[in-house]
């Protein structure tokens, strides 16, 4: 592996500390718009070409919303998706993409496991219906070191469905929920949460322990995202995670494992 890779370092001592005092971080065109370009148009074949898939890839459908038309880049109107890790050499480098795992190193510690990988869209019309939450009740381990990385494909605004996060929050710890896994809105404070107003090409990193939400998408334009999560190495999945490549070892003391399989 180049040096290049191996020790790549992404991010400033700033942005690791905008992480550790708020919850997530984001950084801005972590992807140039020619790699935003392939990624849509790879992306666009993983939702509009739906059989033949790997048995353990699954899709989610979103009925066509009443007064919304079907937007052509989403013909299927796809809203969710998992293990898209399994689709082909591509989406293998993409979760295993240096500037992502470099990040997790800088953010997380020195020796980071794959967790899971999912894709999460707002077709026109959507409606968020998961609540507030923390991802933390969804997939405990021993210890809370785990983090998203949500790279958005479209420029991603209130109007269109964009994540938001409240600040700060992964300081309380787990927060009081009324089934398992949903806040309550009477435990946020009106106007207490940050809308991660992001443009294609951005990436949202987001810990397991700070409390976000997705937004509704009012336009007819569908908007589309890939979350892929990281763990360390030293905490124990406790949640039985069966998702592909879980577990996978992508950085150990700091050096990057893992090799470019389309680039030879
Ligand atoms: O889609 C988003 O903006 C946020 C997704 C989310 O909250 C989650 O997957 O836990």
């Given at each position: 592996m180049p040096e290049s890779i191996s020790n790549l370092r992404l991010l400033t001592?700033?942005?690791?500390?905008?992480?550790?005092?708020?919850?997530?971080l984001i950084v801005e065109q972590l992807y140039s718009p020619d790699e935003i370009a392939e990624m849509r148009d790879r992306f666009h074949d993983l939702i509009a070409r739906i059989e033949g898939r790997p048995e353990n890839m699954s899709y989610a459908m979103m009925e066509p919303a009443e007064g919304y038309e079907i937007d052509p880049f989403n013909p299927e109107n796809v809203s969710g998706m998992?293990?898209?890790t399994l689709a082909d050499d591509y989406w293998f480098d993409q979760f295993t993409d240096p500037r992502v795992v470099s990040i997790m190193v800088d953010l997380l510690g020195p020796n980071i496991d794959f967790h899971n990988?999912?894709?999460?869209?707002?077709?026109p019309g959507f409606v968020c219906t998961q609540s507030w939450h923390q991802d933390w009740p969804y997939e405990r381990h021993s210890h809370p070191d785990l983090a998203a990385i949500i790279t958005y494909l479209d420029d991603t605004d209130f109007e269109q469905g964009a994540t938001e996060?409240?600040?700060?929050?992964?300081?309380?710890?787990?927060?009081?929920?009324?089934?398992?896994?949903?806040?309550?809105?009477?435990?946020?404070?009106?106007?207490?949460?940050?809308?991660l107003a992001a443009k294609a090409g951005d990436v949202a990193i987001v810990s397991v322990m700070v409390v976000h939400r997705?937004?509704?998408?009012?336009?007819?334009?569908?908007?589309?995202?890939?979350?892929?999560?990281?763990k360390t190495a030293e905490t124990v999945?406790?949640?039985n995670n069966?998702?592909?490549?879980?577990?996978?070892?992508?950085?150990?003391?700091?050096?990057?494992?893992?090799?470019?399989?389309?680039e030879g």
């Open positions: 001592p700033e942005q690791k500390q905008v992480f550790i005092d708020n919850g997530y998992s293990n898209q990988g999912k894709v999460r869209n707002k077709p996060v409240l600040s700060g929050s992964h300081r309380k710890g787990e927060w009081p929920t009324h089934n398992g896994v949903c806040i309550a809105d009477d435990q946020v404070p009106p106007g207490s949460e940050t809308v997705a937004g509704h998408n009012y336009t007819n334009i569908a908007r589309h995202a890939i979350i892929n999560e990281y999945d406790q949640w069966r998702c592909a490549f879980a577990g996978l070892p992508l950085a150990r003391n700091g050096r990057l494992l893992m090799p470019r399989v389309m």
